[in-house]
T-cell receptor, first 114, second 112 residues
Framework: GAGVSQSPRYKVAKRGQDVALRCDPI?????LFWYQQALGQGPEFLTY????????KSGLPSDRFFAERPEGSVSTLKIQRTQQEDSAVYLC????????????FGSGTQLSVL | SQQGEEDPQALSIQEGENATMNCSYK?????LQWYRQNSGRGLVHLIL?????REKHSGRLRVTLDTSKKSSSLLITASRAADTASYFC????????????FGTGTRLQVTL
Protein backbone atom coordinates (compact mmCIF):
# COMPACT_ATOMS: atom_id res chain seq x y z
CA GLY A 1 0.00 0.00 0.00
CA ALA A 2 0.88 3.62 -0.23
CA GLY A 3 1.28 4.16 3.49
CA VAL A 4 1.15 2.54 6.90
CA SER A 5 -2.29 1.17 7.59
CA GLN A 6 -3.70 0.51 11.06
CA SER A 7 -6.91 -1.17 12.08
CA PRO A 8 -9.27 -0.73 13.71
CA ARG A 9 -9.32 3.05 13.68
CA TYR A 10 -11.29 3.08 16.95
CA LYS A 11 -11.69 0.38 19.56
CA VAL A 12 -13.87 0.43 22.65
CA ALA A 13 -13.19 -2.31 25.16
CA LYS A 14 -14.63 -3.18 28.51
CA ARG A 15 -12.12 -3.37 31.31
CA GLY A 16 -10.66 -6.87 31.42
CA GLN A 17 -11.14 -7.58 27.71
CA ASP A 18 -8.29 -8.53 25.41
CA VAL A 19 -7.67 -6.41 22.31
CA ALA A 20 -5.56 -6.85 19.18
CA LEU A 21 -4.39 -3.93 17.10
CA ARG A 22 -3.08 -4.47 13.58
CA CYS A 23 -0.43 -2.64 11.61
CA ASP A 24 0.37 -3.02 7.91
CA PRO A 25 3.69 -1.25 7.27
CA ILE A 26 4.91 0.07 3.96
CA UNK A 27 5.96 -2.85 1.79
CA UNK A 28 9.67 -3.53 2.03
CA UNK A 29 10.22 -1.54 5.20
CA UNK A 30 12.60 -3.36 7.49
CA UNK A 31 11.84 -1.59 10.75
CA LEU A 32 8.53 -1.40 12.55
CA PHE A 33 7.76 0.55 15.72
CA TRP A 34 4.82 0.80 18.09
CA TYR A 35 4.20 3.97 20.08
CA GLN A 36 1.58 4.96 22.63
CA GLN A 37 0.30 8.52 22.65
CA ALA A 38 -1.72 9.92 25.53
CA LEU A 39 -3.95 12.93 24.93
CA GLY A 40 -1.90 16.11 24.62
CA GLN A 41 1.43 14.29 24.88
CA GLY A 42 4.13 13.14 22.50
CA PRO A 43 4.31 9.50 21.43
CA GLU A 44 6.10 7.14 23.81
CA PHE A 45 8.08 4.19 22.50
CA LEU A 46 6.72 0.71 23.12
CA THR A 47 8.64 -1.74 20.95
CA TYR A 48 10.78 -2.18 17.83
CA UNK A 49 11.05 -4.91 15.21
CA UNK A 50 13.73 -5.40 12.61
CA UNK A 51 12.08 -7.74 10.13
CA UNK A 52 10.53 -10.47 12.32
CA UNK A 53 12.91 -10.00 15.24
CA UNK A 54 11.74 -7.97 18.22
CA UNK A 55 14.95 -6.21 19.14
CA UNK A 56 13.66 -3.78 21.74
CA LYS A 57 10.60 -4.14 23.92
CA SER A 58 11.81 -1.91 26.71
CA GLY A 59 8.82 0.42 26.42
CA LEU A 60 6.07 -2.14 26.94
CA PRO A 61 4.43 -1.02 30.21
CA SER A 62 3.61 -4.47 31.56
CA ASP A 63 3.48 -8.14 30.68
CA ARG A 64 -0.10 -7.57 29.55
CA PHE A 65 1.33 -6.01 26.40
CA PHE A 66 2.63 -8.29 23.68
CA ALA A 67 3.66 -7.56 20.10
CA GLU A 68 4.58 -9.79 17.20
CA ARG A 69 5.61 -9.56 13.57
CA PRO A 70 5.90 -13.23 12.60
CA GLU A 71 6.66 -12.87 8.89
CA GLY A 72 8.47 -9.56 9.01
CA SER A 73 5.56 -7.62 7.58
CA VAL A 74 2.22 -7.21 9.38
CA SER A 75 2.44 -6.65 13.12
CA THR A 76 -0.08 -7.09 15.91
CA LEU A 77 -0.04 -5.40 19.29
CA LYS A 78 -2.06 -7.34 21.83
CA ILE A 79 -3.18 -6.03 25.18
CA GLN A 80 -4.55 -8.54 27.64
CA ARG A 81 -6.97 -7.76 30.46
CA THR A 82 -7.25 -4.11 29.44
CA GLN A 83 -7.35 -1.44 32.11
CA GLN A 84 -8.55 2.15 31.98
CA GLU A 85 -4.99 3.49 31.96
CA ASP A 86 -4.44 1.65 28.66
CA SER A 87 -6.73 4.17 26.96
CA ALA A 88 -4.60 6.02 24.41
CA VAL A 89 -3.82 6.24 20.71
CA TYR A 90 -1.54 3.44 19.56
CA LEU A 91 0.63 4.45 16.63
CA CYS A 92 2.53 2.16 14.33
CA UNK A 93 5.44 3.39 12.23
CA UNK A 94 7.83 1.84 9.75
CA UNK A 95 11.13 2.84 8.22
CA UNK A 96 13.06 1.60 5.25
CA UNK A 97 16.34 0.90 7.01
CA UNK A 98 17.40 -0.57 10.31
CA UNK A 99 17.30 2.61 12.34
CA UNK A 100 14.73 5.04 13.61
CA UNK A 101 15.26 7.60 10.87
CA UNK A 102 12.43 9.09 8.84
CA UNK A 103 9.57 7.11 10.30
CA UNK A 104 6.32 6.77 8.39
CA PHE A 105 3.37 6.68 10.77
CA GLY A 106 -0.10 5.24 10.46
CA SER A 107 -3.15 7.17 11.62
CA GLY A 108 -3.29 5.16 14.81
CA THR A 109 -5.85 3.15 16.74
CA GLN A 110 -7.70 5.07 19.43
CA LEU A 111 -8.36 2.67 22.28
CA SER A 112 -10.94 3.52 24.91
CA VAL A 113 -11.26 1.20 27.89
CA LEU A 114 -14.48 1.64 29.83
CA SER B 1 9.39 9.37 29.66
CA GLN B 2 9.72 12.38 27.40
CA GLN B 3 13.25 13.17 26.33
CA GLY B 4 12.60 16.68 25.16
CA GLU B 5 10.47 19.64 25.76
CA GLU B 6 9.13 21.97 23.12
CA ASP B 7 8.67 25.62 23.77
CA PRO B 8 6.22 27.23 23.54
CA GLN B 9 3.51 24.69 24.30
CA ALA B 10 1.13 26.63 22.08
CA LEU B 11 1.63 29.33 19.45
CA SER B 12 -0.95 31.35 17.56
CA ILE B 13 0.07 33.47 14.57
CA GLN B 14 -1.46 35.00 11.47
CA GLU B 15 -0.96 33.66 8.00
CA GLY B 16 2.22 35.01 6.44
CA GLU B 17 4.06 35.36 9.73
CA ASN B 18 6.99 33.19 10.75
CA ALA B 19 6.69 30.56 13.47
CA THR B 20 9.59 29.50 15.66
CA MET B 21 9.49 26.47 17.92
CA ASN B 22 12.24 25.34 20.24
CA CYS B 23 13.20 21.92 21.54
CA SER B 24 15.49 21.01 24.40
CA TYR B 25 16.72 17.52 25.11
CA LYS B 26 18.73 15.81 27.82
CA UNK B 27 21.19 13.26 26.48
CA UNK B 28 23.73 12.92 23.69
CA UNK B 29 22.26 12.26 20.27
CA UNK B 30 23.22 11.17 16.77
CA UNK B 31 20.39 13.06 15.14
CA LEU B 32 17.27 15.09 15.84
CA GLN B 33 14.09 14.96 13.79
CA TRP B 34 11.00 17.14 13.56
CA TYR B 35 7.55 15.71 12.91
CA ARG B 36 4.14 17.31 12.32
CA GLN B 37 0.85 15.86 13.52
CA ASN B 38 -2.51 17.06 12.31
CA SER B 39 -5.40 16.50 14.68
CA GLY B 40 -6.45 12.86 14.78
CA ARG B 41 -3.75 11.76 12.37
CA GLY B 42 -0.36 10.11 12.48
CA LEU B 43 2.91 11.97 12.47
CA VAL B 44 4.63 13.14 9.31
CA HIS B 45 8.40 13.41 9.11
CA LEU B 46 9.57 16.93 8.24
CA ILE B 47 13.34 17.07 8.54
CA LEU B 48 16.34 15.34 10.11
CA UNK B 49 19.49 17.07 11.29
CA UNK B 50 22.58 15.15 12.34
CA UNK B 51 24.68 15.97 15.39
CA UNK B 52 27.54 17.27 13.24
CA UNK B 53 25.25 19.71 11.40
CA ARG B 54 24.30 23.14 12.68
CA GLU B 55 21.60 24.20 10.24
CA LYS B 56 19.43 22.61 7.60
CA HIS B 57 16.78 23.90 5.20
CA SER B 58 13.87 22.24 3.48
CA GLY B 59 11.45 24.47 1.57
CA ARG B 60 9.93 26.87 4.12
CA LEU B 61 11.52 25.00 7.02
CA ARG B 62 14.77 25.90 8.71
CA VAL B 63 16.18 23.80 11.52
CA THR B 64 19.12 24.63 13.75
CA LEU B 65 20.91 22.39 16.22
CA ASP B 66 23.16 23.42 19.10
CA THR B 67 24.57 20.28 20.70
CA SER B 68 26.43 22.26 23.36
CA LYS B 69 23.11 23.62 24.62
CA LYS B 70 21.20 20.45 23.75
CA SER B 71 18.64 22.46 21.85
CA SER B 72 17.11 22.80 18.41
CA SER B 73 14.76 25.23 16.75
CA LEU B 74 12.30 24.86 13.89
CA LEU B 75 11.41 27.95 11.88
CA ILE B 76 8.47 27.91 9.48
CA THR B 77 8.55 30.94 7.22
CA ALA B 78 5.54 32.56 5.57
CA SER B 79 3.11 30.34 7.46
CA ARG B 80 -0.14 29.12 5.95
CA ALA B 81 -3.39 27.96 7.52
CA ALA B 82 -2.46 24.43 6.43
CA ASP B 83 0.55 24.58 8.78
CA THR B 84 -1.84 24.39 11.73
CA ALA B 85 -0.77 21.25 13.58
CA SER B 86 1.29 19.98 16.51
CA TYR B 87 5.03 19.84 16.00
CA PHE B 88 7.29 17.40 17.81
CA CYS B 89 11.02 17.03 18.02
CA UNK B 90 12.42 13.53 18.40
CA UNK B 91 15.87 12.27 19.26
CA UNK B 92 17.68 8.99 19.31
CA UNK B 93 18.49 9.43 22.99
CA UNK B 94 22.01 8.27 23.83
CA UNK B 95 22.42 7.25 20.23
CA UNK B 96 20.03 4.32 20.49
CA UNK B 97 19.35 3.71 16.83
CA UNK B 98 16.25 1.64 17.47
CA UNK B 99 13.94 4.19 18.98
CA UNK B 100 12.99 7.81 18.95
CA UNK B 101 12.13 9.75 22.05
CA PHE B 102 9.62 12.51 21.41
CA GLY B 103 9.11 15.82 23.09
CA THR B 104 5.87 17.19 24.42
CA GLY B 105 5.01 19.14 21.28
CA THR B 106 4.10 22.67 20.23
CA ARG B 107 0.55 23.29 19.05
CA LEU B 108 0.66 25.82 16.22
CA GLN B 109 -2.46 27.68 15.14
CA VAL B 110 -2.25 29.75 11.97
CA THR B 111 -5.21 32.02 11.40
CA LEU B 112 -6.30 33.79 8.21
Amino acid sequence: GAGVSQSPRYKVAKRGQDVALRCDPISGHVSLFWYQQALGQGPEFLTYFQNEAQLDKSGLPSDRFFAERPEGSVSTLKIQRTQQEDSAVYLCASSLGTGAEKLFFGSGTQLSVL
Amino acid sequence: SQQGEEDPQALSIQEGENATMNCSYKTSINNLQWYRQNSGRGLVHLILIRSNEREKHSGRLRVTLDTSKKSSSLLITASRAADTASYFCATDANGTASKLTFGTGTRLQVTL
